[in-house]
């Protein structure tokens, strides 16, 4: 207080009058004070709790590190997982002969159906013709066709009991074709559906090699 005092003397001895010299220490006096504050005291600590919470809150929403560079972390794990695919028949197949062997088939009726199976597999557009098990394919085929040892249809089929109408309907509607009808799609050599229901329908008729061919259709 006596340094306050003896500015404000100072002041009225250069000539202020008092009101004016005590004016200039109190403004000088408050400049002082809200300097130091500016400077010497600590940060409002709801205002950093506050900060605090922002960043959190975005870390939180974004999973980026407030001070990172914005670069997520890689995943923890391999996305490019290797999927495998179908192939096409290869040239190089060999089908196994053993299980028509054990069917009883001869070896040409073995080689006629090697035959069809190429030709078909072989014929096959898009991805219905790629398959990941070819020799799990040909034991399929060998096990759905009809040949038996006498060359004719397999036992057991009655295709008079079968609705071929239904059938042909939804194949053609569809292109799929029933599992519970006997013999393969009429795409294959071994279709076992009446040439006269696949007309109807406006479905193709097999190859010409199928031994279910009667004479008439044989000569169409």
């Known amino acids: 207080m006596s340094d306050i005092g003896s500015m404000v003397a100072e002041l009225i001895a250069a000539g202020c009058s008092p009101e004016v010299a005590a004016k200039v220490v109190a403004s000088a006096f408050v400049a002082g004070v809200s300097s130091a504050n500016s400077t010497g005291i600590p940060p409002d600590s709801a205002a950093a709790k506050r900060r605090a919470y922002d960043r959190e809150r975005k870390r939180k929403s974004t999973g980026i590190p407030p001070d990172s560079t914005g670069i997520p972390n890689p995943p923890l794990f391999n996305t490019n997982i290797n999927r495998k695919r179908g192939e096409r028949l290869p040239p190089e197949f060999q089908p196994d002969r053993n299980i028509a062997n054990q069917l009883g088939w001869s070896e040409a009726q073995i080689d006629t159906e090697i035959a069809n199976f190429r030709?078909?597999?072989?014929?096959?557009?898009?991805?219905?013709?790629?398959?990941?098990?070819?020799?799990?394919?040909?034991?399929?085929?060998?096990?759905?066709?009809?040949?038996?040892?006498?060359?004719?249809?397999?036992?057991?089929?009655?295709?008079?009991?079968?609705?071929?109408?239904?059938?042909?309907?939804?194949?053609?509607?569809?292109?799929?074709?029933?599992?519970?009808?006997?013999?393969?799609?009429?795409?294959?050599?071994?279709?076992?559906?009446?040439?006269?229901?696949?007309?109807?329908?406006?479905?193709?008729?097999?190859?010409?090699?199928?031994?279910?061919?009667?004479?008439?259709?044989?000569?169409?």
């Open 119 to 220: 030709d078909y597999w072989g014929a096959k557009p898009g991805s219905g013709g790629c398959k990941l098990d070819w020799p799990a394919t040909w034991r399929q085929w060998v096990r759905n066709s009809r040949v038996k040892p006498s060359g004719l249809p397999a036992a057991g089929i009655k295709s008079a009991e079968t609705n071929w109408d239904a059938i042909c309907a939804t194949y053609k509607k569809l292109g799929i074709w029933s599992k519970h009808a006997p013999g393969m799609p009429p795409d294959s050599p071994n279709c076992l559906c009446p040439h006269e229901i696949l007309t109807k329908h406006g479905i193709p008729l097999p190859l010409p090699d199928n031994p279910a061919f009667v004479p008439k259709l044989r000569a169409m």
